[in-house]
């Protein structure tokens, strides 16, 4: 037998129980043919040289289009004082046309000692309209122009329901729009060009091979404060026939894009996408996920809905809409076949969200439902095994715990910093942990993710929830084979199983091995999406490895389509 592509010599981490290690992967036809196989030889050969194997990382949650996009803007992220921002959309501004948009993005109101106001924004930027958003994506900041244009400072302004414009004691608008308010302001913006998006996913996906990420889920598409454009998915498509995205794509709905749909009587109501389309639609490049829907804000912006009032502000955050809207939009979805996901960040929300699973499980019990609550981010042990009872998948963002764990903790308090993004806990009560990231939010690369479930360290040092940390092991089940699950696709990736799709990543160390401060220190060599290379050719002496296997014979099989239990 002659495969395409044969890998030796290698540490091959399988996350296959039945065969848990290897040192040989044979590739045929885009899929693992065998491991360790005997008398096969190939049209092209790696020596991996001692190099670890292990299947392609996956990211449950990220913003594709939203990084890509700002890989072009204004960078604040790491920014530690105010007058720094200033300058930096000075000299944006200074480059630009009088009537241009300065767009940044990545600020930290906690790191830079409060939001901008919009009357140093102006001077900034000569009078040119500013946005800026803010790293959790649930805030953004403008200066007077923009809150001009959409009538803000003439009281015109129709605020949507769970949004705020933020005035100081004067009853002033500082500039800064929380949540479903920052709908004004995507009017002025919003849709961008489809050909701009597709460049921005291209970018991305650049960035997500030279990580090893081979899967990706895109959490909100063509709606809302999240959406970019009515046609979004045109840009995925786009950059697809364009050769651009690299990495499999998962894409969800944002809820605002969803619409009541005709049809026969006989068919079950609720909302959806014209035609029909709902979750599972696509191949195993780009394929429609479940309907992402907001039921809460942020805990860095200190938005999200809690039992309990935020520690260091007044209030308890707040959901995103009537509670009533929320838990009919939910049943909806469900009604006509999508699968559901539910962005929950306090405990608040948890529990709305949680009510609506429950009901909507029980109105129309589905195999395969796999309801998933986004960042899940303060749960007490009551909703944990509430969350294992219905079959509630958690998703929630390991590196935030470095990256904004300290903020995070001064919000609920050193009493409640057990309850912030739990992993063992999770684990314990029989559920699946997937790895994702919220990029840009936090850093994407997988690597890091699994050292912080592994670490649960802050970048203060301090140790978020010791209980709640896992083994290296796990954390990289958590970033493949539990990744694939909940995106419905365990069946055809996640390991390095024959038969499965060849997603794998070439590292120059053993991720389980190393010590934990190492795991995100690990280089990933080379990046394999259907045996072909997609990253780091150059270094595994692959260069031929895209052109003999062929791009085209990436997923070239029929896909299966039911990935339902």
């Known amino acids: 037998m002659k495969v395409d592509l044969l890998v030796r010599n290698a540490v091959i981490v399988t996350v296959d129980d039945a065969t848990p290690r290897a040192h040989a992967l044979a590739v045929h036809r885009g899929r693992v043919f065998a491991l360790d196989p005997d008398g096969v030889s190939a049209h092209a050969e790696i020596d991996a040289q001692g190099a670890a194997v292990v299947p392609g990382f996956g990211d449950a949650h990220n913003h594709m289009a939203w990084f890509g996009a700002s890989l072009d803007e204004v960078d604040l ?4 004082d105010l007058r720094a921002l200033y300058d930096r959309v000075a000299q944006r501004a200074a480059a630009l046309a009088p009537d241009a948009f300065v767009i940044g993005s990545g600020y930290d109101d906690t790191a830079i000692g409060g939001h901008p106001h919009r009357r140093e924004l102006d001077r900034a930027a000569g009078g040119r309209p500013v946005v800026l958003k803010h790293r959790s994506g649930h805030v953004t900041t403008v200066n007077s122009t923009v809150l ?3 009538g803000v400072l003439d009281g015109s302004a129709v605020v949507p329901e769970g949004g705020v414009v933020v005035r100081d004691e004067a009853g002033e608008p500082t500039g800064t729009l929380e949540e479903q308010a920052q709908n004004l302001v995507s009017a002025l913006l919003v849709p961008y060009a489809t050909d701009d998006l597709a460049r921005a996913v291209g970018n991305a996906a650049a960035v997500y091979a030279a990580e090893g990420l081979t899967h990706v889920t895109e959490c909100g598409i063509g709606g809302g404060w999240i959406g970019r454009s009515p046609r979004e ?5 786009q950059a697809r026939d364009a050769g651009t995205l690299t990495v499999r794509v998962q894409l969800m709905p944002a809820s605002d894009a969803l619409h009541p749909v005709a049809g026969h009587a006989s068919d079950p109501g609720g909302i959806g996408l014209d035609l029909g389309v709902r979750t599972g639609f696509g191949d195993d490049r780009l394929r429609i996920g479940p309907m992402k829907i907001f039921t809460d804000g942020s805990l860095v ?6 039992r309990e009032p935020f520690c260091d502000r007044h209030g308890h955050g707040y959901l995103q809409e009537d509670p009533e809207v929320l838990r009919s939009r939910i049943l909806g979805a469900h009604a006509t076949g999508w ?3 539910a962005h929950a960040i306090g405990d608040r929300a948890i529990d709305l969200a949680l009510d609506a699973f429950e009901e909507m499980l029980r109105a129309h019990p589905r195999p395969g439902a796999r309801p998933r609550i986004e960042h899940a981010a303060v749960t007490s042990p009551e909703q944990v095994a509430r969350m294992a009872r219905l079959g509630v998948t958690p998703v929630p963002q390991p590196r935030f715990l470095y990256e904004i764990g300290d903020t995070m903790v001064e919000a609920v308090g050193p009493d409640r910093a057990a309850a912030l993004y739990r992993h063992a806990s999770f684990l314990r009560a029989g559920l699946r942990v997937p790895g994702s990231s919220d990029r840009p939010v936090a850093a994407g690369a997988p690597l890091l993710g ?6 649960r360290m802050s970048a203060s040092g301090a140790v978020i929830g010791p209980d709640e940390r896992v083994d290296a092991a796990t954390a990289l089940r958590a970033y493949t084979l539990d990744a694939a699950w909940i995106a419905g696709e365990e069946r055809e990736r996640g390991s390095l199983t024959p038969g499965k799709l060849a997603d794998f990543v070439l590292l120059s160390d053993d991720v389980t091995a190393v010590a934990p401060e190492r795991i995100g220190e690990v280089e990933v060599l080379a990046t394999f999406v259907g045996g072909r290379c997609v990253h780091g050719a150059e270094q595994v002496g692959a260069e031929q490895v895209g052109a003999e296997v ?4 990436v997923g070239a099989e ?3 389509h039911n990935q339902e239990e």
């Open 233 to 237: 998915l045109a840009a995925y498509q």
């Open 339 to 341: 699968r559901v996901a």
């Open 450 to 455: 699994m050292q912080s479930m592994v670490q």
């Open 77 to 80: 992220a790491g920014l530690t």
């Open 550 to 553: 062929g791009a085209e014979k």
């Open 148 to 150: 001009d244009r959409i």
């Open 301 to 306: 912006a200190r938005t999200a809905a809690m």
């Open 558 to 560: 029929e896909p299966d």
